[in-house]
């Protein structure tokens, strides 16, 4: 996944401050996810559970990141040209359909408020990184849409300059 982020952020990054905002939030949430995940160079032994505070930084995180998506870039698409109106018409419903499966995670994990709830983190973030696979997937289709418009954009503002 970062290197997907990584293509991402080298095609569409400096395209705009939005787009580049969201690139670098899905970053922090995707290192946080693998620090939770215990898939960085960590010092905490191999076994062990992440403390409940990260847990619920990471939840925090998630909720902003999904708050961001829906409601600056979603809807600034939605509302800044025809073609992302009928983009995120089409798209909307499988990136709803994420969001929900990301609350039941934030849900189950946000109040935990001792260790023995953390018992099925391991398993829950296993599914956690598909669901944000597809969402970064869809999210991918509406940031070229958006890149897209931001350039058509441009050159018509710098002919009609011309």
Known sequence: ????LAQAEEKWGGASRLIDRWLQTRRELLIQYFQLAGLSRGTAPE???PGLQQVHQFCDHLVDYISESHFRVINQIMHS????????????PEVIETTDKLLDFIDK?????NDDMLLALDEDLAELVNVLETRFELEDRLLQVLYTYRI????????VAN
Not at 81 to 92: K, N, Q, S, Y
């Open 109 to 113: 994990y946000s109040s935990a408020e």
């Open 81 to 92: 040209f025809a073609e992302g109106e009928h983009i995120t018409d089409r798209l909307l």
């Open 152 to 159: 058509q954009r441009n050159e018509s503002q710098q002919a």
């Open 1 to 4: 996944m970062l290197k997907q």
């Open 47 to 49: 076994n062990s559970l």
